[in-house]
C-alpha cells in the first residue's frame, strides 16, 4: 500500500493494523522534537492511534491519544482538540506527517505538566524534573528530601540493630519509589545535596 510505504520510508518504525474493513490502524511513539531533533532526555511520550478508511486522504482520518505519560489530562484533551481541527481543515490533503509533526511539536519543551507526587506542585523547566523508569514525576529537590529523610531513618535503624547486637547483619539502604513503593530508587549524593543547598537558601 502506498500509504504505508511512504510511512514507513519517512517515520521509520511503526505498527500498521489493517483490518477487515479495508481500514488502516497506524499506531505511533511521540516524543519530543521538532523536525528531525529528538530530546536525549525524554520525560514526555505517548502513542497515538491514526485510522484511515480506503477513500483516505478524501477523508479524514480518526485519532486516539493513548498511553501518555507526563501530560495532565487537560493537555490530552487540549492536543486532541487541536489535532482533530488539524486533520478538519486539511481533509482531501495528506496529513499523517503533520499529525505526527504537530504532536511533537505540542511536546517540544520536555517539561511534563502533571504535578510533583511529593509536593504536588508543578515543574517550571526540564532540569528541575526527576523521572522514574515508570514515569513517576518528582522535583528534583524534592526527591532528594526523601532520599535524605530515608538516609537518616536507615542510619537510624542500624543505630538500634546495632545496640541490640552488635554482630548482626546490616540492612543496606531501600529506596522504593514515594509513589508505588516498587521501583527501588538509585541513591544521589547531588540530589541529597541540591535538595540540602534548597533548605539553606
Known sequence: MKLLFSVRHILGNFRPVPSDLGTTTLSFLISPGVGFTVSSNKL???KIQITCNPEYPATSPNLTIYEVHGLADRDVRRLTILLNELVAERK?????????????????????TVNCAICLCGFAQESDVYCTPEFHYFHNTCIGQYMHHR??????????????DPYCKLV??????PVCRVEELPYSESLVQLAHQKQHL
Open 44 to 46: 514526555i511520550d505517548f
Open 92 to 112: 482531501g490533503d495528506p496529513v499523517l506527517f503533520d499529525i505526527i509533526d504537530f504532536s511533537r511539536e505540542f511536546i517540544a519543551k520536555n517539561v511534563p
Open 151 to 164: 538516609e537518616k531513618e536507615h542510619q537510624q535503624e542500624l543505630a538500634e540493630l546495632r545496640e541490640k
Open 172 to 177: 543496606p539502604l531501600r529506596l522504593p519509589c
